[in-house]
Nanobody
Framework: QVQLVESGGGLVQAGGSLRLSCAAS????????MGWFRQAPGKEREFVAA????????MFADSVKGRFTVSRDNAKNTAYLQMNSLKPEDTAVYHC??????????????????WGQGTQVTVSS
């Protein structure tokens, strides 16, 4: 079992920045790809970013490319999502996830096995 706890969300003005953290426990996640997804009210959960187990490969949704970066510190069993130039449309609950059953990062939420409860990000205009 893997437990994931996100933190770092909050209220920020458009153009601002936030850094989300995802702390894992119960099992070391250094062997697994990790992903970030978000869900706005009334919408499906959508892919944001993902990172390979060694951090050498990343992928991003088109909507956040050039604004968001993803990283991880395997020694701390933690992943991060740095969000810059935030827009009101980035408002959502952000969830981190772990893909135990595959080696590579994926944009398909069905391929992730463990999920955190999420942290709210609200961007005001």
């Amino acid at each position: 079992q893997v437990q994931l706890v996100e933190s770092g969300g909050g209220l920020v003005q458009a153009g601002g920045s936030l850094r989300l953290s995802c702390a894992a426990s119960g099992r070391t996640v250094s062997r697994y790809a990790m992903g970030w997804f978000r869900q706005a009210p009334g919408k499906e959960r959508e892919f944001v970013a993902a990172i390979s187990r060694d951090g050498g490969s990343t992928m991003f949704a088109d909507s956040v490319k050039g604004r968001f970066t993803v990283s991880r510190d395997n020694a701390k069993n933690t992943a991060y999502l740095q969000m810059n130039s935030l827009k009101p449309e980035d408002t959502a609950v952000y969830h981190c996830s772990v893909r135990v059953t595959g080696r590579f990062p994926s944009s398909d939420r069905r391929e992730y096995d463990y999920w955190g409860q999420g942290t709210q990000v609200t961007v005001s205009s």
